[in-house]
């Protein structure tokens, strides 16, 4: 399959819109831009789609995918019984990087949800997203556009890299701006339950859903056999094929351990490049959690191309969206943690 480059200059972008559209009225896949990381996108009224996507990705058959809309009115076409602090929070959090597990509506086929009776659901903020949706007419699985367990992408020529071939289209577009996937809160759940940490954090949903709980798994391992709320969050993800491990502590301390250890990279601040002296990547300021959460998952892929034995980064505090950067970089690392 030859995969379309669709490009979204202010010359092309009516004719790309216009094109992303027919193809997933038609039963195609489309990596879509969103201002998280790129989604790869088909028809989730269509069984056939939402099975080319899983297939495309090399996704496990038991992760549901999120399903986005581009308008209010569309929200209860996909679920039902929707609580009224779910309505609440989409009121304050949409268009943006918020998703809620909500009860499945009939229309949305089981496939969607890897078989569950709930469904994610997502009204992104991005421009190109908004238009792609709306001009579909339809509401639109899209898990992030990576090969599962990669890194996220957040560029468009990451999905290529990913990809190509093996999906109808890709729309290029400018780097995502959050960089790390939407939050997502259950509230299929009494309390409703934070499954994966975002952009939108503990502290930004404190006053509309004063009762909720963070998942375990945000933070720690699932034990053997345990049953995790969130699929999505049991996996090796996001991760590197070299192996990572994430290091707690300071910056000196950071980087006397690194520059101790032979044919290895870091992944380290901004703030701290000086001290290292090992092949390295900052992937943001340590004092602007937002710009870590912009440069993780670009920074991850790219280490993993110096060939080295081992990749060490330097773990964030948890504050704000650096919860969500910790989370991530906890599954690259496959849950290896040294503090030094
Ligand atoms: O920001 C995002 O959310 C991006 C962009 C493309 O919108 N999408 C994304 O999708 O990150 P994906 O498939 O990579 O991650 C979806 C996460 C997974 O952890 C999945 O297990 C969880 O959401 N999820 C989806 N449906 C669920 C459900 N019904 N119950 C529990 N967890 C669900
Ligand atoms: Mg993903």
Not at 281 to 295: P, R, V
Request: glycine share 6%; charged share 20%.
């Amino acid at each position: 399959m030859q995969t379309k480059r669709l490009r979204t200059d202010p010359i092309h972008l009516k004719e790309t819109v216009a094109t992303a559209a027919a193809i997933l009225k038609a039963g195609g896949t489309v990596a879509i831009p969103t201002e998280t990381v790129y989604g790869l996108a088909a028809s989730a009224y269509d069984e056939k789609a939402v099975k080319k996507v899983f297939t495309a990705k090399g996704r496990p058959q038991d992760n549901p995918l999120i399903v986005h809309i581009a308008d209010f009115s569309e929200l209860d076409l996909i679920a039902r019984d929707i609580p009224a602090a779910a309505r609440r929070c989409a009121e304050a959090f949409w268009p943006g990087p918020f998703t809620m597990v909500l009860k499945r509506g009939d229309r949305i086929p089981p496939s969607v949800s890897a078989g569950l009776d709930t469904v994610a659901v997502r009204m992104p903020d991005n421009p190109v997203a908004r238009a792609i949706i709306s001009a579909s007419g339809l509401p639109l699985a899209a898990p992030s556009a990576n090969l599962s367990g990669k890194p996220s992408p957040t560029k468009a020529a990451t999905v290529i890299e990913d990809l190509d071939g093996k999906i109808d289209a890709v729309v290029q577009a400018g780097d995502c701006t959050v960089g790390v996937e939407s939050t997502v809160i259950s509230f299929c759940t009494d309390p409703p339950r934070l499954l994966r940490p975002g952009a939108v954090t503990p502290a930004d949903l404190h006053e509309l859903v004063p009762d909720l709980v963070i998942d375990r798994a945000v933070l720690a391992e699932p034990e053997a056999g345990e049953k995790v709320a969130s699929p999505g969050m049991k996996y090796k993800h996001y991760a590197p094929n070299t192996e990572t491990v994430l290091v707690k502590g300071g910056s000196a301390a950071f980087a006397a351990y690194v520059n101790a250890i032979p044919d290895c990279a870091a992944v380290c601040f901004e703030e701290e490049t000086e001290q290292i002296k090992v092949p390295k990547l900052c992937y943001g300021s340590e004092k602007d959690a937002a710009t870590l959460a912009q440069g993780v998952f670009s920074a991850l892929r790219l280490a993993d191309g110096l060939s080295v034995k081992r990749i060490y980064v330097h773990a964030p505090s948890t504050e704000g969206i650096g919860l969500a950067v910790y989370n991530r970089l906890l599954r690259a690392a496959a849950f290896r943690v040294v503090t030094v």
